[in-house]
């Protein structure tokens, strides 16, 4: 498929009132790209090529793009894998997927887009420095700093489907760096979490100042799992995180206040392990220890996501135990948390960017963190919906009441799609 008959599409539907959806991968928690009975375009059935340049040229002149870096131009309905396939034989790192199945110039990157390299670079939607763009009208337009500056700053974080259907995108390229890489395990002794949920609590409250000196990852921790005869071996945290650009020797000190603080755990009340681990290149760290394939939709679930600033984490422990105790909710709910620390670093800074359309909470965002709940066909499923969204969301919000959610990542019901 062209971009041309794309444009088709679109006049055909506008000339026939006829509801059009755009659709990517289909990954879209809150099922954005569904709509029975629409007209939908299908973008992954074009793939006109994925290509790389040393040293980025806009396709027009453009004399408002100070870029002098490399580049990558995503030219069709690529994921993430497709494009790291080509980026990490060149040792590039590019801002992408987690999960390397998630689309490219779709959602994830009109809408933000974090990624194990956000810390270091910033949001995917940040690393736009051109679209091509086919509007409502038909009409096939270039967006960038110079033309259409409104759409490119529109698409740049302000959500897939809403302004136009992209057909390419070009983003910003780096030369990878060695990586540094930490995992961290916390298991319980005994039955008693709450031993747990005072460590976790003090993992929370160090997340600024290991952020601050280079580390982003991703994390996740429960208290129960889904059956609950075997809710005591879930009990665990654990995360992976890594910086660029480091070895082990001068990284360590970043940690030496954590593990401090769990000293007075370890071996008494909590199991606790750490491994460190060196990488030549980001890609090979991505490959090895940070891009993992996801279910898509696991059925019967909820969740909501929040993001946190620093003084939320480290301002009052005693309010943020509290909370922590209410995300983690009974053994019995299996209530799953999802730490991702993939702000703070440039995702702060880059709010200097007058292009770009992302929450302008993200600018004060350390980390974002998920809570999930999944239930049986027998369960009372909205009872479940309301403790994710109002009890635990709420509790989450109401320590972090100016800042919000991250929009792809909501909120996921029982109708999920493929
Ligand atoms: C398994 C999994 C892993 C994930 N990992 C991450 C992650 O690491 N980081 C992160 O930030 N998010 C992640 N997400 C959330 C992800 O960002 C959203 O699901 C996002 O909406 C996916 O975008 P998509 O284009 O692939 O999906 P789709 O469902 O196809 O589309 C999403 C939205 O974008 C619109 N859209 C799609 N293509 C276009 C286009 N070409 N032009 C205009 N609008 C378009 C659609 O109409 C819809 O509104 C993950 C989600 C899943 C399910």
Known sequence: MQPEEVAIGVKFARENNVRLVIRNT??????????????????KYIQKGISFQERYTPSDPCASNEWTGSAMTIAGGYVWKDVYDVAFKRKITVVGGGDPTVGCIGGYTQGGGHSPASHDYGLAADQVLEAQVVLANGNIVTANACQFPDLYFAIRGGGGGSYGVVTSMTVKAYPSKPVVAQSLTITPRSDDSEVLLDAITDVYQQYPDIMDAGFSGYGSWSIGNTTAASAKRAAVYIHIVAAMGKCIAESKEAFDALFETLQKYNGSSLDISVAWYEFPTYGAYYQAMSGVSQPVGPPNSAMTSQMFGKSALTANRTALRNIIGIMAGSPEECASNTVELVGGGKVLTDGLDKYSGVNPAWRSTYIVNIVSRAWTDDADAQAIKN??????????????PFLGSYMNEVWTSSLWRD
């Open 387 to 400: 403790d994710v969204t109002y009890v635990k969301g709420g509790a989450m919000r109401s320590l972090n």
């Open 26 to 43: 289909g990954h879209d928690i809150l099922g954005k790209s569904e709509g029975y009975g629409s007209l939908q375009i299908w973008i």
